[in-house]
């Protein structure tokens, strides 16, 4: 955790920084943190591993893991929960658009036992059928450390309240756009062997999002949006404790509920 909070640390104040040599370009920045829950489609997932092994699992149902407990059980420790930050810069003086580096640490693990069809080879037999997907005696998969969205958005909002006897807004709609790496922590089950892989930069993801900000204070806000978008996975690793050179392949639409707080900063 301690970790996490340095490097973002790290990039806000490098951040800040530029915008204020260039601050007649950028008209202010903001920094967010806040928590979120998904929902997933159906994957079909394709497993090439160390093994030699070379098949596709199909309609698979997956679920997040929020872990909100932890808030009240570890409150130190933030990053536990699905977590979101957003750095993002102001490019006009209304604060109408901006650009932001948009981060989600979501979470998505494969449902055990749910039964589903399976086509390739496996230990050099050909299979073609259904199967339990018993992480004992098959395999389990989630990017639990981990599916982690990193991407650059584009930022449009409008004022539709203001404060009594003031030009301030109370009340915003905002809308954004954007597109980004995915560098996943995959955690991997084959027959029990079990490993939890390194972070990597495995895929891409696109996205759209929309919501509202309050701002109760005049630079602290409240922001709330659903957001949708799909995930491809090219090369996210399946190595387990005892064979290499696995990977998977897949990927999915989702919808996701996001509720931070922020604050606006002025150069």
């Known amino acids: 955790m301690i970790n996490k909070i340095t490097i973002a640390f790290l990039i806000f104040v490098s951040l800040h920084s530029f915008g204020q040599q260039k601050s007649t370009f950028f008209k202010g920045m903001y920094i967010q943190w806040g928590y979120n829950t998904e929902w997933y489609t159906k994957s079909n997932i394709h497993f090439k591993l160390g093994n030699g092994s070379d098949f596709t699992i199909h ?6 893991k929020p872990d909100f407990d932890a808030i009240i059980k570890k409150p130190v420790e933030i990053s536990i929960p699905q977590y979101n930050y957003r750095i993002g810069f102001y490019l006009n003086e209304k604060k109408s658009q901006s650009v932001e580096i948009n981060f989600d640490h979501a979470k998505y693990v494969v449902t055990d036992f749910q039964k589903a069809h399976i086509t390739g080879t496996i230990d050099g037999e050909y299979v073609n059928g259904d199967s339990i997907l018993n992480p004992e005696t098959f395999l389990h998969l989630e990017h639990t ?5 990193l991407h ?7 004022t539709i309240l203001h404060k009594k006897l ?8 905002i809308y954004k756009a954007g597109a980004g790496i995915n560098i996943p922590r995959t955690d991997f089950t084959w027959r029990g062997d079990r490993l939890n892989n390194y972070f990597h930069i495995a895929g891409y993801n696109i996205s759209v999002e929309a919501g509202a900000r309050i701002y109760p204070c005049k630079h602290l806000f409240i922001e709330a949006t659903g957001k949708t978008g799909f995930v491809q996975y090219i090369n996210a690793l399946a190595n387990t404790t005892q064979m290499k050179n696995s990977r998977v392949k897949h990927n999915f ?3 996701e509920l996001i509720g931070l707080v922020g604050y606006d900063i002025t150069f």
């Open 145 to 149: 450390d981990g599916a982690n969205w």
């Open 166 to 173: 003031s030009s301030l807004p109370l009340l915003n709609y």
């Open 59 to 64: 309609h698979v149902v997956a679920s997040d």
């Open 152 to 158: 650059i958005n584009y930022v449009r909002q409008k």
């Open 253 to 255: 639409e989702y919808f």
